[in-house]
């Protein structure tokens, strides 16, 4: 497999200096594999700098040597090439950032960066949710008309996608983009205004605009035993908080935020789980054998009763069970 003749003239006339860098690569990671990076340049940089070159050809050569200098990068810390840990940053390379070719050739730096962070980030809390980010992008990003629209799109795509712990920035950068372009980001191009969504988010973290009207929220799950790749080495135990729950298991502890769109678990401290109890207003679900009871109906929890916990702040509730690693959350209202 041969690159490009742009990207080749680009090299040619840098070639001492790129190949004085892959041999500081090389020194400064011992483990640096230049087949694996001579592979992701094909793959991946290759199609960028064609896309590039077809739209601003006088930017090429400046978003060659970014991008020569983020791929050596990002290969020798295993995010990307043949030996990378996940699959998601060559596909935003592959599939997404030649989309991207006007916005690349404005902000090379800016923007590639940007889309390498999100997706190893969102690839790090679940497959799912880095498929649901690269799909959305895909779909909308090409209707940002500056930088910081995508930056702005992109960081609103990755609460869509589970991000859990994004969403008041998201929402905060949702106003920022287009009314036609933030209603469609959030598949909510049916709702009368952007205003009028977003006041339904800040009252309920689990509205949906795709909900119909009687139809039951949807609920999530967070959480296995770490033998078998999950967050928890023991049954947890949680805590409510304003932000969400503080969660225990064995010496672990964490910070679980969840919405309609996920669930995110962030490291913390055993004093914040000590905290003095966190006192809901909500009323709490009522128990009904193994169901909860909700203003929206009864949800079968499929546990035994013994030992069940369950804990609630103002739009979330919590099960746990010495019977499971995981957590169940479901919407309050």
Same mark, same amino acid.
């Given at each position: ?23 500081? %690569?090389?020194?400064?990671?011992? *483990?640096?594999?230049?087949? !694996? $990076?001579? =592979?992701?340049? #094909?793959?991946?940089?290759?199609? +960028? ?124 950068? %949702?106003?920022?983009?287009?009314? *036609?372009?933030?209603?469609? !980001? $959030?598949? =909510?191009?049916? #709702?009368?205004?952007?205003?009028? +969504? ?136």
């Amino acid at each position: 497999m041969s690159i490009s003749a742009p990207f080749a003239r680009v090299l040619a006339a840098g070639r001492p200096q790129f190949n004085a860098r892959v041999v500081e %690569a090389r020194r400064r990671t011992p *483990a640096f594999d230049p087949e !694996a $990076f001579a =592979a992701f340049l #094909q793959s991946g940089v290759d199609g +960028v700098i064609v896309a590039v070159d077809a739209v601003a050809p006088d930017r090429t050569t400046a978003v060659a040597v970014v991008a020569y200098e983020m791929a050596l990068s990002l290969v020798a810390q295993g995010h990307a090439g043949p030996n990378a840990r996940q699959r998601f940053v060559d596909r935003v390379w592959i599939e997404l950032a030649p989309m991207l070719a006007e916005r690349v050739a404005e902000a090379p730096g800016e923007v590639l960066a940007a889309l390498n962070n999100a997706a190893f980030n969102l690839g790090k809390i679940s497959e799912r949710c880095g498929e649901a980010w690269l799909r959305h992008m895909t779909a909308l990003a090409g209707q940002a008309d500056s930088v910081s629209q995508l930056l702005a799109l992109g960081q609103v795509l990755a609460w869509r996608s589970g991000a859990a712990h994004l969403r008041a920035s998201a929402l905060a950068k %949702a106003d920022k983009l287009p009314e *036609a372009l933030a209603l469609a !980001a $959030f598949g =909510a191009e049916g #709702q009368a205004s952007w205003t009028a +969504v977003r006041q339904q988010w800040l009252a309920n973290p689990w509205w949906s605009p795709q909900r119909g009207i009687g139809q039951a929220p949807q609920d999530q799950e967070i959480g296995a035993f770490t033998g078998f790749g999950g967050s928890f080495p023991q049954p947890p135990e949680v805590r409510p908080c304003a932000e969400g729950f503080w969660v225990k298991s064995g010496d672990r502890y964490s910070l679980l935020i969840a919405d309609v769109w996920g669930a995110v678990l962030h490291p913390a401290t055993a004093e914040e789980f000590e905290q003095p109890a966190y006192a809901s207003g909500a009323r709490a679900p009522w128990r009904k054998g193994t169901a909860l009871g909700f203003d929206y109906g009864e949800v079968e929890l499929g546990l035994p009763t013994e030992r069940l916990a369950i804990a609630h702040n103002e739009h979330t509730v919590a099960v746990t069970s010495p019977f499971t690693h995981a957590i169940r959350l479901l919407p309050l209202r």
